[in-house]
Every structure is written in structure tokens, then in C-alpha cells.
């Protein structure tokens, strides 16, 4: 049986590494819930023992980011990547405009959906300098009365991340947070609605969260299909189809370990900690590079380059062998990408850096 000694240290951007007594309690309840004497991959979705796991996720989850009462919480499928078409669908009517802030290539896809379903304003784009930073504020070209402003809160292949939220004025602020979910506080009472799939700090992939401020589900249109209505499913608790019971369920544990971790201040905190000894590690002697500008660098995914592509092989080669995994940078941005979501553990940043100096020592 697998232990936790077996385990390397797993830089990979999504799915992503999942706390340890998480997968463990999964592991230890799989071929039976404890009293029901079934596995939670073959009870019924309609099953006293499902609604109560899925109540359960969702009063912790709630807990855990402060969610206010006048938000549902929605627990869909067809990844971050179904909210590209769903979030124009239900908010965006005919002849009215939306906003996207466009940091990355997410928000590319994103705004590619909308176009299809109606007017779309680049209201700040980084396009021009690959995505390096963040746009200020005194950037944005916001339309009056837009239908909504959308961002992309932590931009997963650049290793950029909005340091806080823009202000948008009266209109929606919709956020893709996919990789930046929890981990840090969030006050979700200036957001008119989030997603995230769940594959790099909630769960599982196979489960989207939405959480969206109640009066917007009023824009959901009737003629909507069924599966694409917002409104659907928030008036059926989620459970409008048969939802991802087991990701719902791996969600749950994930959010009572976040709780017992002493919360999004504390996760936070100890997120800023992890990041910040990395960067350090960048920024300490010139060999390492940094690829996103300082004031927009991520405290997830954080991107660098080497001198040459030539050592870049070779420290992908290298780190590899040594237990480090997933380091290997998305093409867009080339290099390193050392993802270090919520639970990624500090012995692996310690590992990590000590591979970085290393590596500087014998080829610097
Ligand atoms: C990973 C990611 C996505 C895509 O998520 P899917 O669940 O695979 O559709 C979208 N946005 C961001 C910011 C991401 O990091």
C-alpha cells in the first residue's frame, strides 16, 4: 500500500496536489462510508447519506470563505471551461455589453466564448507584453452599465495574479478563480459571481464550484437549455442531474482540512511564506529569472527562466529525476512553472530550492 513516504514532490498546475490526510481519509472510507456500508462511489445521489455529505461540503465551504447568505453555492460539471459559455449565456442579454479584462490565455478562451453569444469589450488587455503583469486600474476602459466585468483572478500559465480586485462600479464582477480559489481570503460580497474547477485547490477535477449572488439568477432566461440555466440548477440544490457525487465528496474533505488548517487567513499567510522563499530564490543572484513583473507575480504558479534553453532542458531533466515533478513551464511563457497550491507541502519548497542552488553551483 502507498504511504505518504512514496510520495515526490508534485509541482504539476492542475490537477494538482491534494492534502495528505484528505486522499488518506478517502482512502480509508472508499470501499465503505463508515455506518452505511457502501462506497460513496455507489450510493445513490438521492440517498439520505449524499445529501448529507453535500450539505456538509456546502456549510464548510460557506464557513470556510465567509460565503454571505444571499449567495448559492453550485456544484456543476464541464470544468472552469463550460463557465467560458454558461457565465454569457445566463448574464449577458441581447444588445447589452460585457467587460473582460484579458490577462492570460484563460481569459482568451473565456472571451472567446462570450463573442459568441454577444458584445464583448476588452476593457484592458497585456496581450502586448505576453501577459507580464497585471493591468492598473487607471487601464481599464469599462463600459457604463456593462452586463458584467469579467477577470481572471490568478492567470495559471503566466504566473500573474490581481493583487486585489479592481473596481468596476456598479456592474457584476465575475471571476474565473480556477487556481487562485481559497487561498487567501476572499470577500465574495464584491463578486456578482465565481467560478472554479476544482483541480488545483478544491478537489478533484469532474467538479466546478459556482458561487453567485441571487439577484442574477433572475437574468437566467427561460428559453435557456435546461443544463446551461443557472437558475436550474440553484433551484434544485445542485442535484438537477446526477452531480459529481465523489468530487462533491472530495471537495468536503478538502474543505474541512482547510478549516481545521485555521482558515483562508491562516492558508493565506502560509501561501504568502511558501511563495515568498521561491521568489527569493529567483531574485537572490541573477542566474534565475523571474518572468512576471513584481507587483503581479502569483503566489500559485510561479514562472522562471534559466540563461539559456539549453539549461532549461537540462533542469527539467534533473528536477525530474529528483523527485521534483511538473516544473517544466507551459510553452506560451517557456521555462520553469513551480505551481504551489494550498497543499503543496513546505518540504517540497525547501526541496525545491535547495535543487535551485544546486543546480546554480554546477552550471552558473
Ligand atoms: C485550469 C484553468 C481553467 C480550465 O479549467 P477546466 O476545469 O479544465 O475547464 C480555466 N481557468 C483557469 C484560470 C485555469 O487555471
Redesign the pocket.
Known amino acids: 500500500m502507498a504511504t505518504t513516504t512514496h510520495r515526490i514532490h508534485n509541482f504539476s498546475?492542475?490537477p494538482a496536489v491534494l492534502p495528505v490526510p484528505v486522499l488518506e481519509e478517502a482512502q480509508r472510507n472508499l470501499v465503505a462510508l463508515p455506518g452505511v456500508g457502501m462506497s460513496v462511489l455507489e450510493i445513490s445521489h438521492r440517498s439520505k447519506t449524499f445529501e448529507d455529505i453535500l450539505a456538509k461540503t456546502e456549510a464548510d465551504l460557506r464557513a470556510l470563505g465567509k460565503v454571505p447568505s444571499n449567495y448559492k453555492v453550485l456544484f456543476l460539471q464541464?470544468?472552469?471551461?463550460?463557465q467560458f459559455s454558461m457565465v454569457p449565456l445566463n448574464l449577458l442579454a441581447a444588445g447589452a455589453t460585457a467587460d473582460y479584462l484579458v490577462t492570460?490565455g484563460?481569459a482568451q478562451?473565456a472571451v472567446k466564448e462570450a463573442q459568441r453569444v454577444g458584445t464583448v469589450n476588452i476593457a484592458a488587455s497585456t496581450e502586448s507584453e505576453n501577459f507580464t503583469r497585471i493591468p492598473r486600474q487607471d487601464e481599464l476602459k469599462l463600459t457604463a452599465n456593462a452586463a458584467y466585468v469579467h477577470i481572471?483572478t490568478?492567470?495559471?500559465l503566466f504566473g500573474t495574479e490581481w493583487p486585489s480586485e479592481p473596481k468596476v462600479g456598479e456592474a457584476p464582477l465575475v471571476a474565473?478563480?480556477?487556481?487562485d480559489m481559497f487561498s487567501r481570503p476572499i470577500d465574495v460580497s464584491k463578486y456578482g459571481l465565481i467560478y472554479a474547477?476544482a483541480?488545483?485547490n478544491l478537489g478533484p477535477?469532474g467538479v466546478?464550484l459556482v458561487i453567485i449572488r441571487e439577484d442574477l439568477l433572475a437574468r437566467s432566461s427561460k428559453s435557456l437549455h435546461t443544463m446551461l440555466s443557472y437558475a436550474v440548477h440553484a433551484e434544485n440544490g445542485s442535484m438537477y442531474n446526477t452531480p459529481p457525487c465523489f468530487g462533491i465528496y472530495l471537495m468536503g474533505l478538502v474543505m474541512k482540512w482547510g478549516l481545521a488548517e485555521g482558515g483562508l487567513d491562516a492558508i493565506g499567510k502560509h501561501n504568502e511564506r511558501k511563495a515568498a522563499k521561491v521568489y527569493a530564490e529567483i531574485d537572490r543572484s541573477g542566474f534565475y529569472r523571474g518572468t512576471a513583473d513584481k507587483a503581479s507575480r502569483s503566489r500559485m504558479n510561479i514562472t522562471f527562466r534559466l540563461p539559456s534553453e539549453e539549461l532549461e532542458k537540462t533542469f527539467v531533466k534533473e528536477s525530474t529525476a529528483a523527485g521534483l515533478d511538473g516544473l517544466k513551464g507551459h510553452r506560451s511563457v517557456g521555462g520553469m512553472r513551480a505551481s504551489i497550491y494550498n497543499a503543496f507541502p513546505d518540504e517540497g519548497i525547501d526541496a525545491l530550492v535547495s535543487f535551485m542552488q544546486e543546480f546554480e553551483k554546477k552550471n552558473g
Open positions: 498546475a492542475g464541464g470544468g472552469a471551461s463550460l492570460g484563460w478562451k481572471t490568478n492567470n495559471t474565473d478563480t480556477s487556481s474547477g483541480q488545483k477535477s466546478t
